[in-house]
C-alpha cells in the first residue's frame, strides 16, 4: 500500500538513480550503432576478401565470435572497471583452444591488470583474433613444432607522458612460405594490424614473417588508471 501525504520523503537518491539510468541508457545507444557500424564494416571487408560464401560464412562468423567476446568482457564489468590485456588475451586464447595455465608450446606471461581504455578494447581484440586464426591456419598453434610466446610490458610513462602497454607475440619453429611468396587469402589480418591500428589507437605496430615465423609487436596507450592500481601489487620501484 502506498501512503500519500503526510510524510516527506527525501529524493534524492531516487532522482540521482534516474539520472544515472538516463546516462546508461545514452552510452548504450551509442555503443549499439558503434557497434552496428562495426558489424557493417567487417561484413564488408570480409566479402571483399572471400572467394565464395562458403569462405565468407566461416571468416564472418570468427570475426563475428571475436567480436561478441568482447561484448562478454563488457558486460561482466562493474562500474569503473576496465577490460585487462591478460583477460582479453586469455579470451581470445581459450577460443582457439589454448587455456590459461596450460603448459606446453604456447607462454603467456606479462603483468596482470592492464587496464586497457575502453576504445582500444574493440579493436586490439580483433587483432589479436587475427593474429591467433593466422597462427592456427598458418604458424605456431596449427604445426606441430611451433611455439608460441606472448609478452607484454607496461611502460609507466611511454610517449605522451602515458603509460603504454608494449605487447610481443613471436612464433618459432614454423615452417614458413618462400620469401616474397603473396599472402595465401586476402591479408586483412595483417592490414588491420600494420594500418588500422596506428590509425584508429595511435598505436605503433611492427609486423614480420622471419625464416622461422611470425613476430609482431603493438603498442597501445593504456589507461591511466592503470598505474594506480600497479602500485601495490608491484614491488619493482620502477
Ligand atoms: N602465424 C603465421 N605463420 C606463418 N605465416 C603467416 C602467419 N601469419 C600470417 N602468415 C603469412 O602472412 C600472410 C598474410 O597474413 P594475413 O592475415 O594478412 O592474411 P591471410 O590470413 O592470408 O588472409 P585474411 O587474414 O584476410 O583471412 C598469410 O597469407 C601467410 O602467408
Ligand atoms: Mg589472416
Avoid at 555503443?31 to 566479402?47: E, F, Q, W
Avoid at 560464401?53 to 566461416?58: G, Q, Y
Avoid at 595455465?101 to 604456447?106: E, H, I, V
Amino acid at each position: 500500500m502506498r501512503q500519500i501525504g503526510g510524510i516527506g520523503r527525501d529524493i534524492t537518491d531516487e532522482r540521482a538513480t534516474a539520472k544515472r539510468m538516463e546516462v546508461l541508457v545514452a552510452e548504450l545507444q551509442h555503443r549499439t550503432r558503434n557497434l552496428i557500424a562495426v558489424v557493417r564494416s567487417m561484413a564488408d571487408k570480409t566479402l571483399r576478401s572471400s572467394g565464395d560464401l562458403l569462405e565468407f560464412r566461416s571468416s564472418f562468423r570468427e570475426r563475428l565470435d571475436a567480436l561478441s567476446r568482447v561484448q562478454g568482457l563488457f558486460s561482466r564489468l562493474k562500474d569503473g572497471d576496465r577490460v585487462t590485456f591478460d583477460e582479453l588475451i586469455h579470451t581470445e586464447l581459450a577460443a582457439h583452444g589454448v587455456t590459461k595455465g596450460q603448459s606446453g608450446s604456447t607462454i603467456v606471461e606479462g603483468p596482470a591488470d592492464v587496464r586497457l581504455r575502453s576504445t582500444t578494447v574493440q579493436t586490439l581484440a580483433m587483432a589479436l583474433h587475427e593474429l591467433a586464426t593466422n597462427a592456427v591456419k598458418y604458424g605456431a598453434l596449427g604445426q606441430s613444432s611451433g611455439q608460441l610466446m606472448i609478452t607484454w610490458s607496461l611502460e609507466p610513462s611511454g610517449p605522451g607522458n602515458k603509460p603504454w602497454l608494449h605487447i610481443d607475440w613471436r612464433e618459432t619453429g614454423i615452417v614458413m612460405q618462400p620469401p616474397g611468396s603473396a599472402p595465401r587469402g586476402s591479408g586483412q589480418g595483417r592490414e588491420l594490424i600494420e594500418q588500422a591500428l596506428p590509425y584508429q589507437l595511435d598505436a605503433k605496430t611492427s609486423y614480420e614473417l622471419l625464416p622461422d615465423g611470425v613476430h609482431c609487436t603493438i603498442s597501445v596507450p593504456v589507461s591511466a588508471t592503470t598505474l594506480e592500481g600497479n602500485e601495490h601489487e608491484s614491488s619493482d620501484p620502477a
